[in-house]
Structures are given as C-alpha cells and as structure tokens.
C-alpha cells in the first residue's frame, strides 16, 4: 500500500547488525512511497557500516530513500527518536511510522498504519501486542500490562500498549509537545503529553516476532527505576499542565 501522505519509517538502531539489513530491505522495497530514516545511536558494531552499504545499493533504485543519522556516542533510544523526530520537521514529513531495529515487527503491519492514518486521521497510533500475546515472556507481558494502567490512568485515556515501539506519530504531535526524556521513557512522554494536549491517539493490533537471539536494550533495574522516576515527573508535568490551561 502506497502512503497518500509524506511519512517516513523511523528506526532507531543501536548495535543492531542481525537484523538491521533485512528490516531496512524490507521496508524500502514494500512501502515505495515511504521513505526509511535510520538513527544509529553510537552502535560500537558495524550497524553503520551496514546502512551505508545499502544506501549506496539502493541509490537510485527505488524512488524512496535511505537515510542515515548518525550519534557518535549512546545517547539512548530517546534521544534517537528526537534525532529522527527533528530530521522528519524539517523535511515536511506529514508524520513518521516508528519501529525497532531488531525484527521484532512485521513490515507488512505498516500498510495497517497508513489505512489507519487515512481512514481515521489520527494524531497518534499505537500498535497493541495485547491481542496476541503468544511468546511474549510472561515478566514482560505482566510489566506491559501494569505501565499500561498506570500511564492510561495519568494520561486520562485508555492506551492499550505504552511500550510498543511500533507507532504512528504525525508533525503536528512533534511540533507542538516538547519532550524531555532521552530513554525508554520516552515513549510514554509522547503519550501522556499528547492526551493531555487532546491529541487523537488510536490503537491498533500488531504482531510481535520473539527471535531466538532477542537481546533486549531494556535494563530491568536501571530502566525500572527511570519509568518510576517517569511517573513522579509525570505528575509534576500534569500539575504544570492543567495550571497553564485554566489561567485567564
């Protein structure tokens, strides 16, 4: 399916040499209209390397474009994203289709984001794993669960998966909420900020590939305690927020 709209795919990459390639083929040779933004946050591997490999391979070959964003050091996947956020402003992107870099995500679900944008013109997508929870590690499906009552109950609005890196965000969402975060909590800043700001934020099913040789980014500790901190900052946000908008 052909985008109507200008959106890229944005793809934060951090020592992803496994997987990085055919994620990168594969999108740039199903979504022709699509264009592929990808952020290597300082990999030490040869996940750059790979990238422009394939930008020169695919150089005037298809009408899309490979685009490569470079960290010289690990920022975090935060920071990535706000990398490839700036990138998509300005350039004019309508908006971008996040996913992970580790194949984790069926390309093919991406033509059910671009339906969604044009059928239902949302401001915010996010692709729920919860309907088909098959493989999913059951720590991981117990944590997604509980951060996904916890920010839906903070944000005002019912988000189906808070975690999932698999979304739809358009320009107007990454001009008008300013982020604060550079890490895994990110991701659920956008959303809280977002429904406070009255945003239309959808949910929609996705797949998740479980690899043999998933490695997970994710630090149970540190990670743990930077949501926790997430949360505290949250509701400071949130008081900010609602003191700013009944001002006279």
């Not at 390397?49 to 935060?78: A, C, M, P, V, W």
């Not at 997508?125 to 839906?152: A, D, E, H, Q, Y």
């Not at 630090?219 to 003191?243: E, G, M």
Request: one cysteine or more; a positive charge.
């Amino acid at each position: 399916m052909k985008a109507s709209k200008k959106i890229a795919i944005l793809i934060p990459a951090y020592n992803e040499s496994k997987h990085i390639k055919d994620v990168v083929i594969s999108c740039i040779e199903k979504y022709s209209s699509l264009d592929v933004i990808i952020v290597d946050d300082g990999s030490t591997d040869n996940t750059a390397e790979i990238i422009k490999d394939l930008e020169k391979n695919y150089l005037n070959r298809q009408k899309n474009k490979i685009i490569l964003l470079k960290h010289d050091t690990n920022k975090g996947k935060g920071q990535a994203l706000k990398t490839g956020f700036t990138y998509a402003i300005n350039n004019n992107y309508y908006g971008v289709i996040t996913i992970d870099a580790d194949g984790q995500h069926k390309i093919s679900e991406i033509s059910n984001f671009l339906k969604a944008v044009d059928e239902y013109k949302p401001d915010i997508i996010v692709g729920s794993r919860f309907k088909n929870v098959k493989g999913m590690p059951f720590i991981r499906l117990v944590t997604n669960i509980f951060t996904s009552w916890l920010i839906s109950a903070i944000a005002g609005k019912k988000i189906e998966d808070v975690q999932s890196g698999f979304r739809f965000i358009s320009k107007n969402v990454l001009t008008k909420v300013k982020l604060e975060t550079a890490n895994f909590d990110t991701e659920p800043e956008i959303l809280l900020k977002a429904s406070w700001k009255k945003f239309k934020i959808i949910n929609i099913p996705i797949t998740t590939i479980y690899h043999k040789d998933f490695v997970s980014h994710v630090n149970p500790i540190t990670d743990t305690i930077k949501f926790f901190k997430l949360i505290f900052k949250s509701l400071k946000w949130k008081k900010q927020f609602k003191r700013s908008h009944t001002r006279f």
